[in-house]
Every structure is written in structure tokens, then in C-alpha cells.
């Protein structure tokens, strides 16, 4: 025998003795592990160091088997002591078989020298774990581990720790060699599952399987699908919470809760749909929540629910708006509340109840555009843009002077009045109707609070753009300019000795900003001539070739009764300041002969004429004045005169109310502006877009022209059809030779 087996042979013997301590966990003095430590440190840098490895392997199988006889005698004696007999098996486990000695103080002083062979020797050490102990005894446990979980189930207090060290040991005992290197170049074992999903994962799936099966249809039967739905809900928090105590391998969940949904929810899935559609009708979010969390869990089951939900939005604002429908002209504040009651209610819904998932944020908001946009109001008026004509003069009842909110309620108002107005169609028509009523409380300085103001216009440019709140906000800039020249005009007088009209104002508007239609002429009072022709000349003198032109309906003054006994003050428009200030000079005139000193047509005349004979500053034998007075009927030869009679309880009076038929007339323009506007907006866009693209067929040209139109108003495609064959006449397009749905820029 060479010197080299001699060493070899005392070696392995003192390894072997101290293998067969660590198995029967028997202590080991430090004398005796530091000698070992030397000899295997020695042989190690010998060239026989193989020949250790494969005997060490050979003993582990070999001290093995002789465990396994132990173990097996111990079970032949007492089998009904399962919980000892797993104990013991989990103590042997426990000890980590991942070393040359699965165990013990000594890993921690070979460890420097082995780690180029543990993984060889962790392999071998596995593979007779496997091969002895682990499939022979697995018919064991599972069972034991399986009878415990759904004692847990049915509300038992069990060790969870059992099932766990049983769980990790399946884990434990599946492995493959890795050939890749790790970062140190040295070979790798890979954990594998395959023995815990065969073992251990199977057999749990379908025990939970069956026993959900069984406890769903004995729960159906003596208790409603509400209950159930809590019951099913309650279940599968504690399924996942199972995984959270980590004695299931987190794997296993991915392949468990499929089999535990299918059978507690896709197969009630009809009955649990119906139910949460009866909590939607019923507002009840609570139960909805739990509905909703169940119905998520598979796929598409949601669509109807969706479909609920877009519906019962309809029917709800139908109704509001039905039950207010016939006040709304003279009240818009209650169409626009009933809208945001309506929002409100469902939205918390919504937040609440589908924890405002986008697919129902969706339908609901389709639904709420809906509505808004077609409803009993909308039909009676013939068109959609009621609803955001009746918008706009909420706004306008909100900012005038004489509303009651103070400043934080009319925040939090216009904050809703963003709501309804997201759901609007027809922004352009809110835009051209806020835009008119914004210019007549700037210019007859109604606004309750230029922050207020301020406000809504960025939060429309916020929602639409700056190119949607331009206008509005040159509006605001050029009362704001319009002031500072009133005080630089003033100051000009002062210094040039100029006598002007006391407490005189003057605004001067961009016309392409204001919404403010040109008036017919009309013969100035010589009073206010000296005042305007100085104010023209400074104004020329600063802004060459800027021309400046009276708009007489906006205009306005003041006038003080002098042939009362009590004194009053008048405040009057231009027109009415013109007729009022002729009677300084005659008593009485015809209703011709006012129109030819004024240069007022008759038709606009008329008008306000009845405006003064109604409030009775004048009179005419010719005429009884009551409500049902109209302007025809106030013929050219009627005689006019100063009602000396005169009295109102009221020291200053408003004479300067809003002409009827002049408004008539502007909303008649509006409706063919607006047509207007929209035609040129498309046939823009579809420039616009045909310049870049060249060449594009119908349905490609309808689908990219809409998203730049949306954010005004919704385009009809019969509208976007008339748009193109214009374009085409006024040669911006041609179509195709071959394919006449094919569309060619001309340059």
C-alpha cells in the first residue's frame, strides 16, 4: 500500500467518523475537528483529493440506509404518531443536506477548502435523500399536510409550521446541476420544483378543488348570492393570505387561484352578474365594491355590467331633466344642477363601487355625454345646443353682481360647471354664447369679481386650449388698457384746460375679440359731441391709423329729470339718451320726425320707444300702455311727449334694457355663424392635414380630421362630405383617377 492510500485511509477515517456523529447528531471536541481540519487541508493540496469526494459520497448513502431501517422500524411501531414520525423526518431535513456534512460547527472550518466540491457532493447528497427517504415516506405526509389545511379551512387552529417544514422540504429535495458558471467560476446547483408540484402542489390543487366545489353548492343552498358573493370574497382573501404565511410555495397561487375562481365565480357567474346589476340600481357601493371585486377576476365578465351602468346613467339624467324641464328657460341654474346631481351621485358610484376602473369611468362618462347632449330640453329647443347655450348663462348668473356666494362657494361652482362642461358637444356654441354674455358684464361692469372671471377663462384654456380662451382673455386685457387711457386721456384734458363730460369713461375694444355686432348710425346729442370728438383726436394722435367706431347699443349715460318735483336719475343707452335729450327743446314729436333727428331706423326706433313709453317717462294720447303693447303698434304719425306726471318710487331708474327683436336678430346670426365656422374648421383641418399626408382615401382622412375638431364640437360626416367636395371645387383636392375615395393634395 503507497504512502499516499495510507494517508487517504486515516483520513477518511477520521471523516467518516465524524459523518456518522453529525447523522446522529453526537457532539465533537474542538481537539478532534481541528485535527480533522488539518488532515483534509493536507490532503486537499495532494493530487488525491477526488478519491475523498466519492467516498464521502458513498458513506452518505451508506449512513443513509442505515437511517432509513431506523426510521422505519420507529413507523412500524407507532403509526398512528404521524406528527413524531414527520418531526423526526423534518429534524433529519432541517439540517440542510447542502454540505460535504449536512450540519454541525465543522462546515464552518472546511468551508474554504470545499467550495470548489459542495456542489458535486450537494448533488450526491440529494439524489440519495431522494432516492432513500423522500419518495418512500411522500405517501405520508401529504396526506397529514392536506388534512391540516383544510382544518385550517373549516376555521381550526392547526401548526402551520408542520405543513410549512413539510412544504420546504419538497422544495428542498428537487434540484438540477447547472453547467453555467457563476461570477467565481464555480459550477451552481439550480433549485427545481418538480418533485414539490408532483408530490405536493397536485394533490393540494385538487383537495382545495374539491372542497370549494362542495362547500359553494351547500352554501347556495341556504343562503342568498349577496351572502355567497361576501362568503366567495372572503375565501379568496384568505387563499392569497395563505401564501403570505409562506408555507406554500409562491408559484403554487398563479395555479391556484384560477381553479379556485372557476369554481366559486364562473360557475355562479350568471347569478353574481344579475346581483351586482340589483346593488347598481340600488346605489348600494358597499356590496357593489364586493361584486365588482369577484366579476374583475374574469375575463370580459365586466361588459355587462359596463352596459348597466351606461344605461342606468341615461335613464337617471333623463329623469332629472324631465322633472325641471319646463323651468329651465327662466331657471338654467336648475338644468345645470340637475346634470351635476346626477354626476355627482354616480360618480361616487363609480369611484366607490368599481374602484374607478377606466372601462366603467368610460361608460359612464358616454352615458353622461349622452344625456347632456339629448334630452328632453335639447328636443323641445329643436337642437343639442340648448344644453350648452343654458350653461353658458348659468356661468353668467353665477359672475354677475348680485349673485350671493362668496368667493370659495363660486370656486367650488365653477369647478362644477368644468364637469358639465367636459361632457358638452358643442364647445363652440358655450364659447360664443359665454363669449356675448362676458362682454356685456365687462362693458356694463356686471362682474361680481374679476378673479372669478379670470378663473373660468383658464380653466377653459386649461380644457381646450389657448387658441379656444384667446378672445376672452384679449376681452379682459382691453378693459384693463381701456382704463389706464381713460385716466391718460383725462389727465390730457386737465392740462390743456379741455372741459369734458364729468365722470366720463370710454372703452376702447379690439373688434376681432368682442362679440359685439356693428349698430346702425345714429346722430350723437350735441352734449356729447366736444367730449368724443377730443377723445378721437388723442386717440388718433397715439394709435396712427387705428379707426374707431361707436358701438350705440353698449353705450350708455345718465340723465336727471328736471321737470319733476322730485329728481330722478335715468340710465339710459345712446339711442334712448338721443330721444330723451330732444324734448329739451320741443314738447312733443312725432314718432317720424324722432326717427329723421336721430337718424335711428324706424325699425330699431320702435323698439325703444316702447321701452320709455312702457316705464312712462313718455307718453302718447294715441296709446294705452299695457302688457300686451308691441312695437307695431306705435305707428310714424303718433304724437310723442314728456310725461310731466312722472313718478317712481325709485330715485335712479334703469331704462337700459335689451331690445327683444335686436336680440332676435343676433341669435338668428349666431346660429348661421356658428354654421359658418365649423365649415371653415373642417375644410382647415382637412387642408391642413392633406398637405402633410398627400394622398389619403376617405375613411383615413374622416379618422384623422376628427381629433382636431373634437375639442369644439362633434362634426357630422355628412358635413365633413359637403366640406370635401367644396375643397375639391375650389381645387385644394382632387380625387383619384382609378379609386374616387382616394383623395390628391394640389399643391
Known amino acids: 500500500m503507497s504512502q499516499t492510500n495510507t494517508f487517504l485511509n486515516q483520513v477518511w477515517t477520521d471523516v467518516s467518523d465524524a459523518m456518522r456523529r453529525m447523522f446522529e447528531l453526537q457532539p465533537m471536541t474542538m481537539d478532534a475537528m481541528m485535527k480533522l481540519y488539518n488532515d483534509i487541508d493536507s490532503y486537499f493540496k495532494s493530487s488525491e483529493r477526488d478519491n475523498l469526494i466519492l467516498r464521502a459520497a458513498a458513506n452518505k448513502s451508506n449512513t443513509a440506509n442505515k437511517l432509513k431501517q431506523i426510521d422505519n422500524q420507529a413507523k412500524g411501531k407507532e403509526v398512528d ?39 458535486t457532493i450537494h448533488a450526491m447528497s440529494m439524489k440519495v435523500w431522494q432516492d432513500i427517504f423522500f419518495k418512500e415516506s411522500t405517501h405520508f405526509w401529504v396526506p397529514t399536510c392536506l388534512k391540516l389545511i383544510r382544518q385550517e379551512r373549516d376555521g381550526e387552529k392547526v401548526e402551520i409550521s408542520l405543513i410549512d417544514l413539510v412544504a420546504q422540504s419538497y422544495v428542498s429535495a428537487g434540484f438540477t446541476e447547472d453547467d453555467r458558471k457563476n461570477k467565481n ?54 387563499e392569497e393570505k395563505r401564501f403570505k404565511k409562506d408555507y406554500l410555495h409562491d408559484t403554487t397561487l398563479e395555479k391556484l387561484m384560477p381553479t379556485v375562481e372557476e369554481i366559486l365565480i364562473s360557475k355562479h357567474l350568471d347569478s353574481i352578474q344579475e346581483e351586482a346589476i340589483k346593488l347598481l340600481h340600488a346605489e348600494k357601493t358597499g356590496d357593489l365594491r364586493i361584486a365588482h371585486g369577484l366579476i374583475t377576476r374574469i375575463k370580459d365578465a365586466g361588459k355587462p355590467i359596463q352596459e348597466a351602468l351606461e344605461d342606468y ?47 366603467y369611468r368610460f361608460a359612464f362618462d358616454n352615458a353622461c355625454g349622452i344625456f347632456i347632449n339629448k334630452n328632453a330640453v335639447t328636443e323641445t329647443a329643436g337642437s343639442s345646443h340648448k344644453s350648452a347655450e343654458l350653461l353658458a348663462k348659468y356661468c353668467d348668473t353665477l359672475l354677475r353682481k348680485g349673485n350671493k356666494a362668496d368667493k370659495n362657494d363660486t370656486a367650488e361652482k365653477i369647478d362644477q360647471i368644468m364637469i358639465a362642461f367636459y361632457y358638452i358637444h358643442d364647445k363652440d356654441v358655450f364659447q ?22 379670470e378663473l373660468v377663462i383658464s380653466k377653459l384654456r386649461e380644457a381646450c386650449g389657448f387658441e379656444y380662451s384667446s378672445k376672452l382673455q384679449r376681452m379682459f386685457q382691453d378693459i384693463r388698457i381701456s382704463t389706464q387711457l381713460t385716466t391718460e386721456f383725462k389727465e390730457h384734458c386737465k392740462t390743456n384746460a379741455y372741459d369734458i363730460i364729468d365722470s366720463f369713461r370710454i372703452m376702447v375694444l379690439h373688434s376681432f375679440a368682442w362679440p359685439l355686432i356693428s349698430t346702425p348710425a345714429c346722430s350723437l346729442p350735441h352734449q356729447l359731441q366736444p367730449t368724443y370728438s377730443l377723445f378721437t383726436e388723442f386717440y388718433t394722435e397715439k394709435h396712427t391709423g387705428r379707426k374707431l367706431e361707436l358701438i350705440h347699443q353698449h353705450s350708455k349715460g345718465e340723465l336727471q329729470t328736471l321737470y319733476t318735483k322730485q329728481k330722478y336719475i335715468l ?19 312725432t314718432v317720424k320726425s324722432i326717427c329723421d333727428r336721430t337718424q335711428i331706423k324706424s325699425e330699431l326706433c320702435r323698439p325703444i320707444l ?84 398627400k394622398q389619403l382615401n376617405y375613411n383615413s382622412l374622416t379618422e384623422q380630421i376628427l381629433p382636431q375638431l373634437t375639442s369644439k364640437f362633434q362634426p357630422q360626416i355628412p358635413m365633413i362630405k359637403k366640406c370635401i367636395e367644396l375643397l375639391v371645387e375650389k381645387e385644394y383636392l382632387k380625387p383619384d383617377s382609378h379609386d374616387g375615395s382616394v383623395y390628391h393634395y394640389i399643391p
Open 81 to 119: 404518531k404521524s406528527n413524531e414520525s414527520e418531526e423526526k423526518d423534518n429534524q433529519t431535513n432541517d439540517e440542510e443536506v447542502d454540505t460535504i456534512i449536512p450540519g454541525g460547527e465543522l462546515y464552518f472550518y472546511l468551508k474554504n477548502f470545499l467550495k470548489q466540491y459542495l456542489t
Open 185 to 238: 467560476y464555480k459550477t451552481t446547483i439550480t433549485p427545481s420544483l418538480s418533485t414539490y408540484v408532483e408530490y405536493f402542489e397536485k394533490p393540494f390543487i385538487k383537495e382545495t378543488e374539491e372542497y370549494y366545489l362542495l362547500e359553494s353548492n351547500n352554501y347556495l343552498e341556504k343562503n342568498s348570492i349577496n351572502d355567497y358573493i361576501k362568503k366567495v370574497s372572503e375565501r379568496l382573501d384568505q
Open 313 to 359: 346613467t341615461k335613464t337617471a339624467g333623463i329623469y332629472a331633466i324631465n322633472s325641471i324641464k319646463t323651468t329651465v328657460n327662466k331657471d338654467p341654474k336648475s338644468y345645470v344642477e340637475a346634470i351635476l346631481e346626477v354626476h355627482e351621485r354616480l360618480s361616487r358610484i363609480v369611484k366607490e363601487g368599481f374602484c374607478d376602473e377606466p372601462s
Open 432 to 453: 360664443r354664447h359665454y363669449g356675448k354674455m362676458l362682454a356685456k358684464r365687462l362693458v356694463g361692469q356686471l362682474s361680481a369679481s374679476d378673479d372669478s372671471e
Open 571 to 589: 340710465q339710459v343707452s345712446t339711442y334712448q339718451m338721443a330721444i330723451l335729450l330732444l324734448f329739451n327743446k320741443v314738447d312733443n314729436m
Open 610 to 693: 316702447l321701452v320709455l313709453l312702457k316705464s312712462q317717462v313718455l307718453k302718447c294720447s294715441e296709446i294705452t300702455v299695457n302688457e300686451e303693447l308691441k312695437e307695431n303698434d306705435i305707428k310714424d304719425d303718433y304724437m310723442i311727449q314728456v310725461d310731466e306726471n312722472f313718478k317712481c318710487k325709485r330715485d335712479k331708474i334703469n331704462l337700459n334694457q335689451a331690445v327683444k327683436s335686436v336680440e332676435q336678430k343676433e341669435a338668428e346670426k349666431d346660429g348661421q355663424a356658428i354654421e359658418e365656422e365649423r365649415n371653415f374648421l373642417i375644410q382647415a383641418a382637412i387642408v391642413r392635414t392633406m398637405k402633410a399626408r
